[in-house]
């Protein structure tokens, strides 16, 4: 089975070159992302965004923290380009299920990127509050939840076993850790990876041999050691 690679990033320079790169199928951003890019106003740096990026799916997250803000934010940034998909998280700050949200926009036909989720529980909650029309994205933190010494792989076998009954439905391993990631997340089955810049330039570089990383590691090693004049 393909799957797709998302650029994760809200740096406007490198989404300009990312996005001419055929490996990559799709953008991801959140509000860290696009503070970390520099963007001041949320509306406007979207739109220069989408200026740089037409013909590519794109996830806008959604910033407020209530439903009837979550839902009104949700209309509003849907409305920004045919190639959006609104993102919102599985919970607000309180720990209290969107489900209200992502029902109401489910149901305006609102394509959407359900964010933050962890457990094949959280995606059966998700899949029990939408249709099987719309399209809808649920991004799994893949690398988060290995951060904290869990494995993440039951999740994500469970969740899309799940899925298989939603033909508009799509399982996206997130937060990657490393590239290896990109195969992990293929063998198991899911339709999207996202993933920084630096990594997916690792994944295009895919194919070198034990021996011929042996000899760059080994000559790297000594160009390293000849710059810092080292002496015993």
Not at 71 to 83: A, F, L, P, Y
Not at 213 to 226: H, N, P, Q
């Amino acid at each position: 089975m393909s799957i797709k690679i998302f650029c994760d990033i809200a740096d406007l320079k490198l989404i300009k070159i990312f996005s001419k790169k055929k490996i990559v199928k799709g953008f991801t951003t959140n509000p860290s992302l696009m503070r970390k890019a520099g963007a001041k106003h949320y509306k406007s740096y979207s739109k220069q965004i989408l200026k740089a990026c037409k013909k590519k799916p794109i996830s806008f997250e959604v910033f407020a923290d209530n439903n009837k803000s979550m839902i009104d934010q949700g209309v509003q940034i849907n409305s920004w380009g045919k190639n959006i998909y609104v993102k919102v998280p599985i919970v607000n700050s309180k720990n209290k299920f969107t489900g209200r949200v992502i029902k109401e926009l489910n149901t305006q036909n609102i394509k959407l990127n359900i964010t933050a989720v962890y457990s094949a529980n959280q995606t059966k909650k998700i899949l029990k509050n939408i249709n099987k029309k719309t399209k809808v994205i649920i991004s799994i933190f893949a690398g988060r939840a290995g951060d904290t010494g869990k494995d993440p792989v039951p999740e994500f076998v469970k969740s899309i076993r799940m899925a298989k009954k939603f033909k508009n439905v799509e399982i996206l391993w997130a937060s990657v850790r490393e590239p290896y990631n990109y195969i992990q997340a293929k063998q198991l089955g899911c339709h999207i990876i996202t993933i920084p810049p630096s990594i997916i330039e690792k994944i295009e570089k895919f194919g070198k041999s034990f021996n011929q990383l042996t000899k760059e590691t080994v000559k790297a090693f000594l160009v390293d050691s000849k710059k810092s004049k080292f002496k015993i």
